[in-house]
Protein backbone atom coordinates (compact mmCIF):
# COMPACT_ATOMS: atom_id res chain seq x y z
CA UNK A 1 0.00 0.00 0.00
CA UNK A 2 1.38 3.38 -0.58
CA UNK A 3 0.29 6.17 1.27
CA UNK A 4 1.17 10.21 0.89
CA UNK A 5 1.53 11.65 4.38
CA UNK A 6 1.88 15.24 4.17
CA UNK A 7 4.66 16.80 7.20
CA UNK A 8 5.51 20.50 7.18
CA UNK A 9 9.36 20.69 7.54
CA UNK A 10 10.53 21.73 10.98
CA UNK A 11 12.54 24.53 11.47
CA UNK A 12 16.43 24.72 10.00
CA UNK A 13 18.71 26.80 10.91
CA UNK A 14 20.02 29.17 7.98
CA UNK A 15 23.14 31.35 8.68
CA UNK A 16 23.62 34.00 6.29
CA UNK A 17 27.62 33.98 6.79
CA UNK A 18 30.25 31.78 7.47
CA UNK A 19 33.84 32.16 7.42
CA UNK A 20 36.39 29.29 8.04
CA UNK A 21 40.11 29.13 8.44
CA UNK A 22 41.92 27.92 5.23
CA UNK A 23 44.17 25.98 6.67
CA UNK A 24 42.09 23.33 8.14
CA UNK A 25 39.06 23.61 5.71
CA UNK A 26 38.47 21.12 2.77
CA UNK A 27 35.56 21.70 -0.11
CA UNK A 28 34.31 18.49 -1.13
CA UNK A 29 32.42 17.89 -4.54
CA UNK A 30 30.05 15.27 -4.38
CA UNK A 31 29.24 13.17 -7.76
CA UNK A 32 29.11 15.97 -9.91
CA UNK A 33 29.46 13.64 -12.73
CA UNK A 34 27.56 13.56 -16.08
CA UNK A 35 25.38 10.81 -15.78
CA UNK A 36 23.81 12.74 -12.76
CA UNK A 37 24.15 16.46 -13.90
CA UNK A 38 24.08 16.34 -17.89
CA UNK A 39 21.16 16.08 -20.27
CA UNK A 40 21.69 12.43 -21.72
CA UNK A 41 22.96 11.28 -18.21
CA UNK A 42 21.69 7.96 -16.84
CA UNK A 43 20.29 9.48 -13.69
CA UNK A 44 19.80 13.31 -13.75
CA UNK A 45 18.75 15.32 -11.11
CA UNK A 46 17.39 18.42 -13.31
CA UNK A 47 17.93 20.73 -10.23
CA UNK A 48 21.83 19.89 -10.11
CA UNK A 49 22.38 21.93 -13.05
CA UNK A 50 21.93 25.00 -11.12
CA UNK A 51 24.22 24.01 -8.62
CA UNK A 52 27.12 23.93 -11.05
CA UNK A 53 27.84 27.79 -11.08
CA UNK A 54 27.93 28.76 -7.41
CA UNK A 55 30.05 25.02 -7.02
CA UNK A 56 32.34 26.44 -9.77
CA UNK A 57 32.49 29.78 -7.75
CA UNK A 58 33.68 27.96 -4.62
CA UNK A 59 35.90 25.96 -6.08
CA UNK A 60 38.01 28.86 -7.73
CA UNK A 61 38.02 30.96 -4.23
CA UNK A 62 39.02 27.88 -2.46
CA UNK A 63 41.83 27.15 -4.91
CA UNK A 64 42.78 30.76 -4.43
CA UNK A 65 42.67 30.97 -0.60
CA UNK A 66 45.43 27.52 -0.84
CA UNK A 67 42.00 25.18 0.61
CA UNK A 68 41.68 21.83 -0.15
CA UNK A 69 39.64 21.18 -2.73
CA UNK A 70 38.46 16.97 -3.14
CA UNK A 71 35.97 15.30 -5.78
CA UNK A 72 34.12 12.04 -5.20
CA UNK A 73 33.59 10.04 -7.99
CA UNK A 74 30.64 7.39 -7.91
CA UNK A 75 32.19 4.27 -9.84
CA UNK A 76 30.82 1.44 -10.72
CA UNK A 77 31.85 -1.96 -12.71
CA UNK A 78 29.66 -4.45 -14.73
CA UNK A 79 27.43 -6.67 -12.22
CA UNK A 80 27.59 -4.38 -9.14
CA UNK A 81 24.84 -4.72 -7.02
CA UNK A 82 23.73 -0.99 -7.12
CA UNK A 83 22.69 -1.53 -10.75
CA UNK A 84 19.44 -3.20 -9.71
CA UNK A 85 18.56 -0.55 -7.43
CA UNK A 86 19.31 2.22 -9.65
CA UNK A 87 19.83 0.68 -13.24
CA UNK A 88 23.52 1.50 -14.73
CA UNK A 89 24.98 4.38 -13.99
CA UNK A 90 28.72 6.19 -13.84
CA UNK A 91 30.11 2.83 -15.25
CA UNK A 92 34.47 3.44 -14.83
CA UNK A 93 35.37 4.97 -18.18
CA UNK A 94 32.22 6.32 -19.85
CA UNK A 95 31.28 9.83 -20.12
CA UNK A 96 28.53 9.18 -17.76
CA UNK A 97 31.34 9.05 -15.12
CA UNK A 98 33.52 11.85 -15.87
CA UNK A 99 32.92 14.87 -13.55
CA UNK A 100 31.73 17.73 -15.60
CA UNK A 101 33.56 20.05 -17.59
CA UNK A 102 32.76 23.11 -15.78
CA UNK A 103 33.82 21.57 -12.77
CA UNK A 104 36.57 19.52 -13.95
CA UNK A 105 39.29 18.86 -10.93
CA UNK A 106 42.90 20.87 -11.18
CA UNK A 107 46.20 19.34 -11.01
CA UNK A 108 46.24 20.17 -7.27
CA UNK A 109 42.87 18.35 -6.36
CA UNK A 110 42.26 15.10 -4.83
CA UNK A 111 39.74 12.70 -6.82
CA UNK A 112 38.33 9.70 -4.93
CA UNK A 113 36.59 6.89 -5.93
CA UNK A 114 33.80 5.64 -4.29
CA UNK A 115 31.64 2.93 -4.67
CA UNK A 116 28.88 3.47 -2.66
CA UNK A 117 26.74 6.58 -1.22
CA UNK A 118 29.32 7.68 1.09
CA UNK A 119 32.31 9.14 0.29
CA UNK A 120 34.35 7.85 3.32
CA UNK A 121 32.97 4.47 2.47
CA UNK A 122 36.19 2.33 1.63
CA UNK A 123 38.13 5.42 0.56
CA UNK A 124 40.86 7.42 2.14
CA UNK A 125 39.17 10.17 2.75
CA UNK A 126 39.43 10.47 6.61
CA UNK A 127 42.65 9.39 6.41
CA UNK A 128 43.77 12.29 3.77
CA UNK A 129 41.69 14.18 6.24
CA UNK A 130 43.64 13.82 8.83
CA UNK A 131 46.90 13.91 7.22
CA UNK A 132 46.48 17.80 6.55
CA UNK A 133 44.96 18.16 9.57
CA UNK A 134 41.32 19.39 8.25
CA UNK A 135 38.59 19.64 10.50
CA UNK A 136 36.17 21.70 8.48
CA UNK A 137 34.32 20.57 5.59
CA UNK A 138 32.18 22.46 3.02
CA UNK A 139 30.46 19.76 1.45
CA UNK A 140 28.88 19.94 -2.14
CA UNK A 141 27.09 18.61 -4.84
CA UNK A 142 24.59 15.76 -5.61
CA UNK A 143 22.09 14.03 -4.82
CA UNK A 144 21.37 15.52 -1.10
CA UNK A 145 19.83 13.37 0.41
CA UNK A 146 21.67 9.95 -1.18
CA UNK A 147 25.29 10.93 -1.94
CA UNK A 148 25.80 14.49 -0.12
CA UNK A 149 23.93 13.22 2.80
CA UNK A 150 25.50 9.94 3.53
CA UNK A 151 29.17 12.00 3.72
CA UNK A 152 27.98 14.55 5.48
CA UNK A 153 26.95 11.89 8.30
CA UNK A 154 29.79 9.77 8.15
CA UNK A 155 31.79 13.14 8.56
CA UNK A 156 29.25 14.45 11.08
CA UNK A 157 29.78 11.14 13.14
CA UNK A 158 33.73 11.20 13.10
CA UNK A 159 33.28 15.10 14.50
CA UNK A 160 34.07 17.01 11.79
CA UNK A 161 32.63 20.58 11.05
CA UNK A 162 30.20 20.36 8.08
CA UNK A 163 28.88 23.30 6.30
CA UNK A 164 26.37 22.78 3.70
CA UNK A 165 25.76 25.74 1.20
CA UNK A 166 21.88 25.45 0.09
CA UNK A 167 22.83 26.52 -3.53
CA UNK A 168 25.28 23.55 -4.13
CA UNK A 169 23.32 20.66 -3.23
CA UNK A 170 20.29 19.19 -5.82
CA UNK A 171 17.81 16.75 -4.78
CA UNK A 172 14.62 15.29 -7.11
CA UNK A 173 12.15 16.05 -4.55
CA UNK A 174 11.68 19.29 -2.36
CA UNK A 175 10.90 16.62 0.48
CA UNK A 176 14.91 15.32 0.01
CA UNK A 177 16.25 18.65 -0.19
CA UNK A 178 14.75 20.01 3.09
CA UNK A 179 15.23 16.22 5.17
CA UNK A 180 18.96 16.98 3.72
CA UNK A 181 19.13 20.79 5.31
CA UNK A 182 17.59 19.33 8.34
CA UNK A 183 19.64 16.28 9.21
CA UNK A 184 22.82 17.97 8.56
CA UNK A 185 21.87 21.33 10.45
CA UNK A 186 19.90 19.81 13.70
CA UNK A 187 21.57 15.58 13.62
CA UNK A 188 24.99 16.39 12.67
CA UNK A 189 25.11 20.14 14.23
CA UNK A 190 26.54 21.52 10.67
CA UNK A 191 26.25 24.85 9.48
CA UNK A 192 23.35 25.51 6.67
CA UNK A 193 24.45 28.54 5.03
CA UNK A 194 22.48 30.04 2.25
CA UNK A 195 25.14 30.65 -0.29
CA UNK A 196 28.18 29.52 -1.18
CA UNK A 197 29.24 33.21 -2.22
CA UNK A 198 28.87 33.97 1.72
CA UNK A 199 31.64 31.76 2.47
CA UNK A 200 34.91 33.46 3.17
CA UNK A 201 37.80 31.66 3.83
CA UNK A 202 41.20 33.57 6.23
ZN1 LIG B 1 26.14 4.71 -7.78
Request: with cysteine; hydrophobic share 40%.
Amino acid sequence: MNETVKVEVPEIKIADAVTLPARDTAVIIVDMQNDFVKEGGKLVVPQARETIEPIRRLVEKARSNSVRVIYTQDTHWDGDPEFKLWGEHVKIGTWGWRIIDELKPAENDIVLIKTRYDGFYGTPLDDILRSYGIRNLVITGTVANICVLHTAASAGLRWYKIVLPMDTVSALTEFDYYLTLRQVSWLYNGIVVRTADSIEFT
